[in-house]
């Protein structure tokens, strides 16, 4: 088959959870002899094309002098080269995230699939802000254009149909697949650390996180609170890691530390080096940190909320926490702190529920299955 992912997202051009999870199953498809492109909007004058172990990379060009809106530029420039791809090699599935089929030419003959990835409707309760015209209605009509729909979860299937129809087309559920290292790095020594990744905003819990910390350390105060991820920025520009620091005391900061984002590689270290994981986030359709943490046999403290139950059996495999709730978070932490061996348990079965449910090679089964029966 080839397939092409829509997408600006990618490892190599920036980070996120989508392009995670689009390098991890897009080598896979390679390996297994599929044709896979990456297709996304770009930054430069002239079209960029990179290669990443077999899966093809193109970033369209920016516009220099804003005649167009910006999403038709890259509207007419998308229709372009995926007409380019085709004729060069007949394209079987186009695949994008929830928005991403809004202007794509209904003609096309490639089957059509929807990632739920987690789109604007989706978010719009954890962001706490309305539904915007102009993307209600790109949403729709991506959806409408869509011939299959595969949810990263059986929560963000259910809550994205609050607000979208499937119009009766196919929906399966085939999670995020989970690149599981062959040798675990059990030689790297455990430190003091509780250990947060992912954007650093409002919707992923990092207040409360914060907080809970602070209850942490008054019992623990030779503890580290590591955050690894980008920063997010307010509309007017302002920095999330600013405005939590000019609404706490100094005190709250002390032994916090924002790293930014690093390699995967790197992360693993440092999930491996940590004594917990907590990922305290208000809405997520998978969680990809999470599994990717538990993978290492990390202890990890997730969302009683949303896809958490669907992710961790609490007390076997994690522990699943009120996230709005800061006394609640560091409960679970001081817990994994103060029975070590019993939170040392839940990461091995961590371990093994990742290995048996979300191997890349199981899940990679799973979406060629599903391919397959919408173009037959």
Not at 84 to 95: G, K, M, Q, S, V
Not at 350 to 356: I, L, N, S, W, Y
Request: glycine letters at 6%.
């Amino acid at each position: 088959m080839h397939i092409v992912f829509l997408s600006h997202e990618y490892p190599l051009w920036s980070s996120g959870g989508i392009g995670s999870f689009l390098q991890t199953f897009g080598r896979a498809l390679v390996a297994r002899g599929h044709n896979v492109s990456v297709v996304g909007a770009g930054k430069e004058s002239e079209e960029v094309y990179l290669e990443d172990e077999g899966v093809r990379l193109y970033r369209l060009p920016k516009q220099q002098k804003g005649i167009l809106p910006e999403f038709i530029h890259n509207a007419i420039h998308l229709n372009k080269k995926l007409q380019a791809l085709h004729t060069r090699e007949p394209i079987d599935i186009i695949e994008s995230a929830e928005l991403g089929l809004a202007l794509l030419y209904a003609s096309h003959p490639a089957r059509k699939v929807i990632r739920l990835h987690g789109g604007h409707h989706f978010f719009s309760e954890a962001e706490n802000r309305g539904i915007h015209w102009r993307k209600d209605l790109l949403e729709k009509r991506s959806f409408r254009k869509a011939d299959g729909f595969i949810a990263v979860s059986k929560y963000v299937q259910s809550h994205t149909a609050n607000y979208l129809s499937y119009h009766n087309k196919p929906v399966t559920v085939i999670n995020h697949p989970v690149d599981i290292p062959n040798h675990l790095p059990s030689e790297i020594p455990v430190k003091k650390s509780l250990l947060f990744a992912g954007t650093i905003c409002e919707k992923k819990g990092v207040r409360q996180l914060i907080e809970a910390f602070t209850m942490v350390r008054k019992q623990y105060p030779d503890y580290r609170l590591d955050l690894f991820g980008r920063d997010w920025y307010y509309p007017n520009g302002d920095s999330y890691i600013a405005r939590l620091r000019d609404t706490y005391d100094a005190s709250y900061f002390e032994q916090v530390t924002f790293h930014g984002s690093i390699p995967r590689d790197a992360l693993n270290v440092r999930y491996a080096e940590a004594t917990v994981c907590v990922f305290p986030s208000h809405m997520e359709t998978q969680g990809l940190v999470t599994l990717e943490a538990m993978a290492l046999e990390k202890p990890v403290i997730f969302s009683q909320y949303g896809p958490g139950p669907e992710t961790i059996e609490h007390g076997k495999t994690g522990l699943l926490c009120d996230v709005y709730d800061p006394n609640d978070i560091a409960a679970k932490i001081l817990w994994c702190i103060e029975h070590p061996e019993a939170a040392r348990a839940l990461g091995q079965q961590a371990g093994k529920r990742v290995r048996e449910h979300y191997h890349k090679n199981t899940i990679l089964e799973e979406n060629l299955s599903f391919y397959s029966s919408l173009i037959s």
